[in-house]
């Protein structure tokens, strides 16, 4: 009797591989852009406060471009760190007087997240739609 497998057996583990694979990859790059985009919305949520206690401190309202507004927040010590998106070809944007993460330009496995989002999250993305 010999030890080792058989080739029927080695393609069979390939194949039930190869399945679980394809299973595996969508679903982990999945929950890696549903990661970015959550914290892009937490640090939308962030910047966002510090806007609204620089405007309530200083009494000046901030009504420029979202990369200004961040810098603006930044140099005046109301951030820690000068925000950029987390999410593969979003942008942050200033509308309706607050920061949002501009996921129009994202591709289609980002912008199908949007509609898993609770209302509170999309409140900070702009979706295009």
């Known amino acids: 009797m010999k030890n080792g497998f058989t080739l029927i057996e080695l393609i069979i583990v390939l194949a039930i591989m190869t399945i679980l694979g394809a299973i595996a990859v969508p679903n982990f790059l999945n929950t890696s852009a549903k990661a970015r985009l959550k914290a892009d919305i937490q640090s939308a ?20 471009t979202a990369t200004e507004i961040i810098k603006t927040l930044f140099d005046n010590g109301y951030l820690k760190k000068e925000y950029v998106s987390q999410t593969n070809s979003a942008v942050w944007q200033f509308e309706d007087k607050i920061i949002k993460v501009n996921i129009t ?17 999309k409140l900070y993305i702009k979706n295009g739609s």
């Open 45 to 64: 949520r962030v910047i966002n406060d510090a806007k609204d206690l620089y405007e309530n401190e200083t009494g000046d309202i901030l009504n420029t």
């Open 105 to 121: 330009g994202c591709d289609e496995s980002v912008k199908n997240l949007y509609s898993g989002l609770n209302d509170d999250e």
